[in-house]
């Protein structure tokens, strides 16, 4: 098993030391095909990153479910909870057997307290990660919204076909319904 975080994604600005430093706060597993790293709807309070193998995220209902990406070596997941703690809007599991590497939100706050440069490295490129994200699902809400928009005449609301946004356009409609109400009262 591999005890070393790889020098890339977010982390690949950062010296061999520093990376080690930053291993030792967490703990390296490995997984099974089929095993799961995060359950949808229950919280996890940890970031991750993925050494070798694939995962996959997963949205799940009513016993299926849907595969909303894949998961590569040098990923990192879980960055949202450990931001704005919650439980998962999906699932990632194992498609085929993997290792990876998890720090949980108090000891990443012990490491970015005591390691100050290389800590601002870290933040700085989960911010990018996250903002990505946003910037991903922004797009693609904008794209359904315009298809319902000028496609799909007598609907009221966007016709939301991709998994992967289906959540975020949820929960800014029960956003947008919450607002609405608390006008009527």
Known sequence: MDNSLPAAGIIANLPDEDRAILAS??????????????????PHGKL????????????EYDGSHDVLGPIFPGDWI?????????????????SEPSQYWSISREKLEEYLNTHNLPAVILLIGLASTLGQRIRGITKKLAEQTEKAKYGARGFEDPVIEDDSIRSAADLAAAFLRQKDSSKLK
Do not use: H, N
Request: hydrophobic share 45%; proline share 4%.
């Open 25 to 42: 706060y967490g703990a390296f597993d490995l997984l099974p095909a089929g095993g799961g790293l995060i359950k949808q709807g229950k």
């Open 48 to 59: 991750f990153c993925v050494i070798s193998g694939r995962f996959e995220a997963r949205r």
């Open 78 to 94: 879980g960055e949202v909870d450990i931001f704005d703690p919650s439980t998962a809007i999906c699932s990632v599991v194992a």
